[in-house]
């Protein structure tokens, strides 16, 4: 038992010396194709333009289980407007003891199964569990250590949410609070929102192809659409090419 807790707790001057001289400072997460407990093949490419969270664990850390029952907080939370995506990652466990733990948990989120450890590896896990924050450009943004506190998950989290749907008065206080502003519009009857606004640059899009032409990473980004779906998917578009500050207009009550 004693060894156990070890373990989950993690090594921790060497995991420290790894994450200072490498992974974490290597920027991109790696990729990986791991069978998914749901039979699916899970790919890190399948979540490019989200906030992703990559959590290694086993069935046999009661540590492990205290953090993927507050990832699953978090992914009620914040999965629908602010993109949120997890994959649990489990290290060379049989499936069968991995769909037990899930199903006793109420996961909803994806798992998937590291059944050689090749990909624990190429993300250096020395201990459990181990979370990395990876951006919606696939770039590390942090990592988290063993169980933790609700208030520093959010901490962290708040680096990687790039872009956020917005109801009206929502709007409204980002556009008093911004001194520049860009607004996108892709719906059918444009028309500026902010007419005589001089903090607003107001730009028309027919579609999405072209949407971050003669814009800059830099500036804050406001995406009007006929949807949320629609909407939401611009805003990824714009994450994936390395834009921080974008927001979207919630246009209807469906989830994106």
Known sequence: MRLSRIICFGLVLVIVWCAGGGLIHAREAPDFTLPGLSGDSVSLSDWTGYPLIISFFTTWCPFCTEELTHLEELYQEHASVRGLRVVAVNIAEPEEKVQE???????????????????????RIVGLPTSYLVNPDGTISDMIIGATRPSVWMEKLEKIFWYDGLRKEDIEDVASA???????????????PFPGHHG???????????????????????????????????????????????YYQLADETEP
Do not use: C, W
């Open 101 to 123: 733990m899930v199903s006793r948990l109420g996961l909803t989120y994806t798992v998937a199964l590291d059944e050689g450890s090749g990909v624990a590896s190429r993300y």
């Open 200 to 246: 607003v640059r107001y730009l028309q899009r027919a579609n999405t192809d072209n949407i971050t032409e003669g814009l800059h990473p830099d500036e804050v980004h406001l995406i009007y659409a006929d949807s949320n779906k629609k909407g939401a998917a611009a805003s990824r578009k714009l994450a994936q090419e390395g834009f921080t500050m974008v």
């Open 178 to 192: 911004t001194s520049e502003l860009v607004v996108l519009d892709l719906r059918e009857e444009k028309g500026n």
